[in-house]
């Protein structure tokens, strides 16, 4: 921090101050948090229950591989439409009335599909449901860094992905504990149950407080301060943090009022597109492929495959009985559980990158374990029986595999692009990754069986684990690390020149926005 002091004034009042961090955590914000990342505990189960779902749906319905496919992958291609309307009525209604509007799509969704008769009632009840999915993605990390002290925002910020896995898990339970029901009930249950979640997120949000940094983009500055007081670890830092949001957003730092105009530019985001897309600064531009890659990248190395078709990896590594592959996706869902929890103790301590890196490595090592394990049980045929070795490989490779991936790309990538965006673009920046990171998935949810069938199960995962490789050298040689910064400095962090104004020159510009402010 020494280096910098010469430019003190033009670096954050966070950084500049660099307050000893605060014994424990603050429950406020954590309580906050959790709320909000009931949201994405829709999205988990959705993926965990469809896992055991699909072949009651294939048998009853009496579809095909490829139309189980399409029903499975198709909710990630439905969910762009939540994910872009979630970036537009966000900046509009606010973060906290966006996660209820999620929640009540969701509900409709679990019901529709849920009294499903027909292929085509159930497709649209995954409509509905995956546009509830794309609002709760894009939401619940936004509202969660905006609302984290810095200190732990990383801690905070991974809860939607602890929820994600969650969910997942209910899924796998739900799947078991329905399954004894006679098939047309089963998988009717296991989806409907779907709509209990989204009534405790409704009822819960309405004790969240709203978005500071939205606030303060609508120019409600008095509310502001009474949610970052709240949040933040001691009176000094919110009074400081709200200055860095006042600058970012064009307002005086001097300003007091519980109530200013804001500049039109600066509230209604109109030019976001333009500034994010078409002519980003090179900055901005390094923030957009770091984001789109992260998402990209942990969807690409097959995660979604392993949790929605692990029924179909287990028989194929020698577990017959459909109790006991249920019973054993349990056990991915525990396992994956577990791991994300343990990762939200390291982002704060070791930081994203390092655990990005390792989780990466892992899921290498893993992923081409399983590829050996499969494919020696499929070359074997009725013979696996006696490679016994090869079935355990399966079932312990598929575990650390998604012990490696909680552990680091699934907490960092969720957390990472939701810090990294200026404050004017991070709705739009949000939107844009969920769309990357659900397209990803849905086109590989939606060619899993047909790929498995053209180059067998094991050369499927020997891709993912090509494919996870080329991602760590990407993330080696492209992302910084964000740990400890403030948001209103990831700019700088990612290549933004540090402006070193004159004093004078300073007061002219704050003088001009004054005037803007005053003109609206």
Request: hydrophobic share 50%; net charge neutral.
């Amino acid at each position: 921090m020494g280096e910098k002091k010469e430019d003190g004034e033009q670096l954050s009042s966070v950084e500049k101050m660099a307050p000893p961090p605060k014994q424990g955590r603050n429950m406020y914000a954590m309580g906050c948090t959790m709320l909000a990342s009931l949201a994405s505990i829709l999205l988990g189960y959705d993926i965990g229950v469809m896992s055991g779902a699909q072949k009651g749906i294939q048998n009853e319905l009496h579809i095909s591989d490829t139309q189980v496919e399409i029903l499975l992958g198709i909710l990630n291609l439905y969910s762009l439409v939540g994910s872009f309307a979630a970036g537009f009525t966000s900046d509009r209604i606010g973060r906290r009335y966006t996660i209820v509007l999620a929640a009540v799509i969701f509900f409709a969704g679990a019901l529709l599909m849920g009294f499903a008769m027909n292929y085509a009632f159930l497709m649209f009840g995954r409509f509905v449901a995956g546009i509830g999915v794309g609002y709760a993605l894009m939401i619940a990390p936004t509202y969660t860094a905006e609302v984290a002290p810095a200190s732990c925002r990383g801690f905070l910020t991974s809860f939607p992905e602890v929820f994600i896995n969650s969910g997942i898990l209910l899924g796998y339970i739900s799947n078991f504990a329905f399954n004894h029901l006679r098939q047309s009930l089963a998988w009717r249950f296991m989806l409907g149950v779907g709509a209990i979640p989204a009534v405790f997120l409704g009822f819960g949000v309405l004790a969240m407080p709203e978005s500071p940094r939205w606030l303060v983009m609508r120019g409600r500055l008095g509310e502001a301060k009474e949610v970052l007081e709240k949040t933040c670890d001691s009176p000094e830092e919110a009074r400081l943090r709200l200055a860095d949001i006042k600058r970012v957003a064009g307002i005086p730092e001097d300003c007091d009022d519980d109530v200013v105009a804001v500049p039109k530019k600066n509230r209604d985001n109109s030019g976001a597109w333009r500034e994010l897309l078409l002519w980003p600064r090179p900055s901005v531009r390094r923030v957009l492929i770091a984001a789109l890659g992260i998402h990209f990248f942990q969807q690409a190395s097959g995660i979604d495959s392993v949790v929605l078709y692990s029924p179909r990896v287990f028989e194929a590594a020698g577990i017959k009985s459909d109790n006991a592959q249920l019973g054993t996706t349990v056990a991915v869902g525990f396992t994956k559980t577990l791991f994300i929890l343990v990762a939200t103790f390291f982002l704060d301590r070791v930081g994203r990158r390092p655990l990005l890196l390792g989780s990466f490595a892992g899921m290498i090592v893993s992923l081409s374990a399983l590829g050996i394990g499969l494919t020696a049980v499929h070359r074997h045929g009725d013979g696996g029986q006696q490679l016994q070795w090869a079935v355990a490989l399966s079932i312990s490779s598929t575990l650390a595999y998604v012990a490696f991936f909680s552990i680091g790309a699934g907490p960092v990538t969720w957390v990472y692009s939701s810090e990294i965006f200026p404050l004017r673009l991070r709705a739009l920046g949000a939107a844009i990754g969920v769309a990357v990171n659900r397209v990803t998935s849905g086109v590989i949810t939606m060619t899993f069986i047909s790929l498995y069938k053209a180059i067998t199960l094991g050369g499927s995962f020997f891709l993912y684990a090509g494919i996870a490789l080329v991602a760590w050298v990407f993330f080696f040689t492209f992302l910084p690390e964000t740990r400890g910064r403030t948001l209103e400095d990831m700019q700088e962090l990612f290549g933004e020149e540090k402006k070193t104004e004159a004093p004078e020159k300073r007061k002219e510009d704050t003088t001009g926005v004054q005037m803007v402010n005053g003109a609206n």
